[in-house]
């Protein structure tokens, strides 16, 4: 392949362009990467498709290993970002080791809020409204504003 056989995006042109039918789609290493990053977001298969320009069939027919575990892609995909994280650590860059402590605290975190959640603590409930609160304090009136009991039906 010459400098001239990628189109205006970059994306290469397949063999056959301008012939009759439409032409192949050409899986490449980067659109690869793109169905992957986008798996990882929960990103659906039409939205998938649609970010590149193919329809839903094409995207199950070549792209079926990196559709069929969004989870796995998600961890792959955390772990690359962890590892550049850690080289920029290793040289030395302050934001990097910040950007990790926050991190590596916001990990804690969770794990803290899972076992809080496992002892069975009661969780916190949203505080009353006005106008429930009222319906409340209008149920426990008593004297002679109480609402009057059902009556009785004699037969």
């Known amino acids: 392949m010459s400098d001239w056989d990628f189109d205006l995006l970059g994306d290469p ?10 032409p192949p789609h050409l899986v490449t290493l980067e659109n690869r990467r793109k169905v992957m990053v986008l798996a990882a977001f929960d990103k659906n298969e039409d939205q998938i498709a649609a970010a ?9 027919k070549h792209y079926f290993r990196e559709l069929r ?3 796995e ?18 040289k030395g860059n302050v934001s990097a080791v910040d950007k990790l402590f926050k991190r590596l605290d916001k990990h804690d975190l969770v794990k803290l809020a899972a076992r809080v ?27 002679k504003y109480a609402t009057p009991p059902a009556p009785r039906l004699i037969n």
Not at 13 to 22: F, N
Not at 53 to 60: D, G, W
Not at 73 to 90: F, Q, Y
Request: glycine fraction near 14%.
């Open 13 to 22: 042109i397949p063999e056959g362009m301008g012939k009759r039918g439409r």
């Open 52 to 60: 590149l320009s193919i329809s839903t069939p094409t995207l199950k």
């Open 69 to 71: 575990s969004r989870l």
């Open 73 to 90: 892609a998600r961890h792959r995909l955390e772990g690359k970002l962890l590892g550049s994280l850690l080289t920029e650590v290793d």
């Open 117 to 143: 959640s496992e002892r069975g603590r009661p969780e916190r409930t949203a505080p009353k409204g006005k106008k429930e609160m009222q319906r409340e304090a209008a149920g426990q009136v008593g004297g």
